[in-house]
């Protein structure tokens, strides 16, 4: 209940005092804005985020933050992901093919932990890059993560 300021009669949500008639400048509290649920967090940390977990990282801030450098992040880490696993399969294929082969079979265990490794350098230098504050662009899916994220 609001109270009158000149005389202590119960006013309510009145503008002026019903006996007196003196204004009452009762503050009305605006209702809180929905917060974002990254609202706490620098934009390069969020798009550094999007990259921890691969795509499920990614996933949620796609779909949880609205700001196009967290966006486009998030998105590239998703297309990231997601191509690997034609690449490491097909080099399951290869290996399986060559593995019969006298001598090209041990190049199988060349492969693996070198494209590992590149999977896993890329992978840091895209944290970094988000961090830095830069929208780089893997060569092929960076276009088209683009012009998702812009639609």
Known sequence: MAFCKACGQDVGVASFCPK??????AAVAAPAAAASATEGLEEN???LISYIFGWLTGLIF???????FV????AQSIAF??????????????????????????MGLVIFPIFGLAVFATWIFL???????????LPIVGDMVEKMVNK
């Open 20 to 25: 007196c008639g003196a204004a009452q400048s």
């Open 45 to 47: 940390v969020a798009a």
């Open 62 to 68: 796609l779909l949880i933050d609205k700001r196009p």
């Open 71 to 74: 966006k486009f992040h998030a």
């Open 81 to 106: 992901n997601i191509c690997i696993i034609p690449i490491w399969i097909g080099l399951w294929i290869v290996y399986f093919i060559i593995a019969h082969i006298p001598f090209l079979g041990l």
């Open 127 to 137: 944290i970094y890059k988000a961090y830095n504050h830069e929208m780089f662009k």
